[in-house]
């Protein structure tokens, strides 16, 4: 079994839909939650990291995490067609400094106009 | 724009021969990871350097090595290249005393032939 668990899609919603990315990950030990997008051909760009349960917005993007189910969630509200990308799911355990971030496999979104 | 810079973006190696890869960590980052991205996956740690010492590793054989300079930049070799070593390489830069806001270069494109 995987440390994280994530659906490679691919997704396809029209252009306003409101997207739900999810994760599960069976390490109890994960700390730090983060989701990150990957355009094509290019490296992994941050949107939002959690610490705790609970949610955390930041303009179109919501993050939720639940630690008792171990399943986190990226949501987009009025989704764009920009935001047509692969979107990555990581966490990781911040030991002594050691930071060795886990992902899943990446969920490919496309958004069509 | 993060602030992590990679070069060379492409590269074409024979099977067998070595390659270095090299980075410049962002500004005040301290701490430098580099992963492996295979195509359709996500990225796999493969070790992370702090103060010019490597302090965590991922499962990757003794051929794949690293160096972290003074100035915090960062090289990965890769020895006797094989065929399944053509991957997407990203470079990460952190705080060491962060474990969320790590950020990604654009990554070097390395092809085994």
């Known amino acids: 079994q995987k440390e994280v668990e994530q659906d490679p899609g691919p997704l396809s919603v029209p252009e306003g839909a409101i997207v739900s990315l999810n994760c599960t990950y069976s390490?109890?030990?994960?700390?730090?939650f983060m989701w990150y997008r990957q355009y094509s051909r290019k490296g992994p760009e941050l949107l939002m990291y959690t610490y705790s349960s609970g949610n955390k917005e930041d303009g179109r993007f919501t993050a939720q995490v639940d630690k008792s189910s171990k399943y986190i969630s990226l949501f987009i509200r009025d989704s764009q067609p920009s935001d047509s990308a692969t979107y990555l799911c990581?966490?990781?355990?911040?030991?002594?400094?050691?930071?060795?971030?886990?992902f899943g496999i990446g969920t490919k979104l496309q958004v069509i106009p | 724009e993060t602030g992590v810079t990679q070069s060379p973006t492409h590269l074409i190696k024979t099977r067998g021969q070595q390659v270095t890869l090299r980075c410049s960590s962002q500004s005040g980052h301290n701490t430098v990871s580099w992963y492996q991205q295979a195509l359709g996956q996500g990225p796999q740690f493969i070790f992370q350097?702090?103060?010019?010492?490597?302090?965590g590793r991922g499962n990757f054989p003794p051929r794949f090595s690293g160096l972290q300079f003074p100035n915090y930049s960062s090289e990965l070799n890769v020895n006797a290249l094989e065929l399944d070593d053509s991957a997407l390489y990203l470079c990460a830069s952190s705080l060491y005393s962060s474990g969320n806001t790590i950020y990604f270069g654009e990554g070097s494109w390395l092809t085994v032939v």
């Open positions: 990581a966490m990781n355990i911040n030991s002594g400094g050691y930071q060795k971030v886990t």
């Open positions: 350097y702090y103060r010019e010492e490597e302090n």
């Open positions: 390490n109890s030990a994960f700390q730090y």
